[in-house]
């Protein structure tokens, strides 16, 4: 799977405003910026994420994934201390 099919997937599902994939072809990590995030546990972050790439999942297109959700406020702050 490529990462661009990931994002598209995941921009079509949620609404985020950025969604920033890297990885090679089965492991991949996932950045997902959205105001959807607010109001969520981690949990529940992660299950909406996981949830429009279950398919892929299933079917071993994707084996593993690490994901990191973000309001945009936090993905403001995280970029700023880490140098971004």
């Known amino acids: ?9 995941l921009m079509q599902a949620l609404a ?3 969604v920033h994939v890297s990885g090679d072809g089965s ?3 996932v950045i997902v910026v959205g105001d959807v995030f607010k109001e969520m546990s981690r949990v529940k ?3 909406a994420v996981y949830g429009p790439l279950m398919e892929y999942i299933a079917d071993n ?6 994901i990191k959700a973000y309001t945009p406020e936090e993905w ?3 970029r700023k201390l880490n140098g971004f």
Do not use: G, P, T, W
């Open 1 to 9: 799977m490529e990462n661009n099919e990931i994002k598209d997937v």
């Open 76 to 78: 403001l702050r995280d």
């Open 27 to 29: 492991h991949f990590q």
């Open 45 to 47: 972050q992660q299950q």
């Open 16 to 18: 985020l405003d950025e």
């Open 61 to 66: 297109r994707i084996h593993a994934l690490s």
